[in-house]
């Protein structure tokens, strides 16, 4: 089975700009999740989508935000960037059931200048 | 979630056993204890997890104390390549969707 694949893998924005970044699941798995790392907060759990609803929302502003379609691949947009935005962005995709392990993609890395 | 203490860091020999504690004393009896590893700048990567009995696959072995409030990730023998900050992590039925990471601990294996 492939894994979970992230894209862009790297992107680079200015303040004020809004990214969109994606996320396909394995196949079959109906959970995704995101989340920010960066070297002062560490890794920090966003959301997550399961069957196209927002199940769980992480301690983030507004101005992150997420959805999921049909097939199950989910995007998360971020709007009027800020420098302290600029972090790796994983997703994670699960099965959704009770205590499923999450696999984690590459990564994007947003660079916010 | 418990909350989960680690060590910052630690080395170990290539060949060599590493084993990489976890203290989570505060852990609940739903609370499965995972593990997940980091190598440098890639997605985290799911390594095993238990609730209370020990666990083995083909990366490592968990062991769990009786009262867990402790476990212990054994990987049998270290190579460069496991060289990867690991992580800890207890998580019940309900957040196993959004795991809280904590540090976790740099492990260097060394020639």
Known sequence: ?113 | DAKTTQPPSMDCAEGRAANLPCNHSTISGNEYVYWYRQIHSQGPQYIIHGLKNNETNEMASLIITEDRKSSTLILPHATLRDTAVYYCIASNTGTASKLTFGTGTRLQVTL
Not at chain 1, 17 to 32: D, F, K, N
């Open chain 1, 1 to 113: 089975k492939a894994g979970v694949t992230q894209t862009p893998r790297y992107l680079i924005k200015t303040r004020g700009q809004q990214v969109t970044l994606s996320c396909s699941p394995i196949s079959g798995h109906r959970s995704v999740s995101w989340y920010q790392q960066t070297p002062g907060q560490g890794l920090q759990f966003l959301f997550e989508y399961f069957s196209e609803t927002q199940r769980n929302k992480g301690n983030f502003p507004g101005r992150f935000s997420g959805r999921q379609f049909s097939n199950s691949r989910s995007e998360m947009n971020v709007s009027t960037l800020e420098l302290g935005d600029s972090a790796l962005y994983l997703c994670a995709s699960s099965q959704g059931t009770a205590q499923e392990t999450q696999y984690f993609g590459p990564g994007t890395r947003l660079l916010v200048l």
